[in-house]
């Protein structure tokens, strides 16, 4: 069986946001076995898993991000939207736009210190649509 | 349920190439509701999800993946298979192979701006095997 | 249908290591048709799919992984954990933590290239436990 909840996430700055209590509020209650999609519908920011604890892991991946695809790079065609647009789709390339997890007794299975990020890499990129699916 | 189909992309030059309409023009008729999963069975290219719009946006993402990780690094062992080939691996790990895309009324569930694209990361990596699954 | 297994790979040096024997010998006889989704429950190491037979592409991996994040960054502030421990998250976001991967015919059904590559980023990581679900 699959159900679906289509939401959006709040406005975000650039960088790295935890965002599993965001998107867990959004979602139906979770069946005993299964799996979790998410898909951010947007180019410009991603979704990864990582650490949950420490809010300094989230700037520093802020701090790589931007020395892994710097702006400005005179080899651009894609400048028109501004200097934090074309390297916002490399970096949404870099960490995907989509998370599978799964589901073990009513609640997602992830380590102990795994959380979900939104990757903002606009400077503002606006309210950010989901599209959930749960697979039972 | 699970349906399966198997097909090839036509062979590609170096570079970001929209293939959504080609690989919807294999798919059989797409569920109400359900999962799209796609594997590229290759180890030298990928599969992402980014503009559809902007040809400018592949041509630059080429630019950032060609500087991200350069051909000719004196550290490389695996050098036989040509200049371009262990880049190509090290990108395809980069984007990945794989993607899992919703399904909502009978169509993929993308974002406005979202399209399919093979990475073709070989000067001329033939043509491409892809395996879809849809789940429903 | 889903079924699960929840089990850990054994520890791994850092680097890139191919662990296809490894998952399958702990998962159950496969469907005729379904995916196969493995996440790793950790936030610095990563799953992968690339080259199962040159282990040159496996050492090359690394060499790019470890220039593209280079340890002793002085913006991080995520430092308390050792050297390795911040660039390890970040590698972890750029290759992923999880796969799904088609299954026909009861046998995975992928490139005649292609194997599982477990991606330790930390100097030693210990036991790296996965959950992986089957569907079908």
Redo the contacts between chains.
């Keep these: 069986m ?1 159900k ?1 909840v289509e939401f959006s996430l709040r406005p975000k700055t650039r960088g790295f946001h935890l965002v599993t209590d965001e998107i867990m509020a959004q979602l139906p209650e979770l069946p005993q ?3 979790l ?1 998410l ?5 410009s920011c991603g979704l ?4 949950n604890y ?1 809010p ?2 989230r ?3 802020g ?3 931007n ?3 710097p702006e400005g ?1 005179p ?4 400048t028109l939207e501004g200097r934090d647009d ?2 916002s ?2 970096k ?11 589901i ?1 007794n009513f609640r997602l ?6 959380g979900i ?1 939104l ?1 903002e890499y606009r400077d503002s990129g606006g309210p950010r ?1 989901i ?1 959930a ?1 749960i ?2």
Aim: hydrophobic share 45%; charged share 15%.
């Design positions: 699959v679906q076995q299964g799996l999609h898909l951010v519908k947007h180019t990864a898993l990582n650490e420490d300094d892991v700037h520093d991946l701090v790589v991000f020395e892994l695809v790079n080899s651009f065609f894609h074309m390297p789709h490399a949404s390339v870099l960490s995907g736009v989509s998370l599978t997890l799964p073990t299975n992830l380590g102990t210190w795994q990020y990757c649509k599209v699916k697979l039972s």
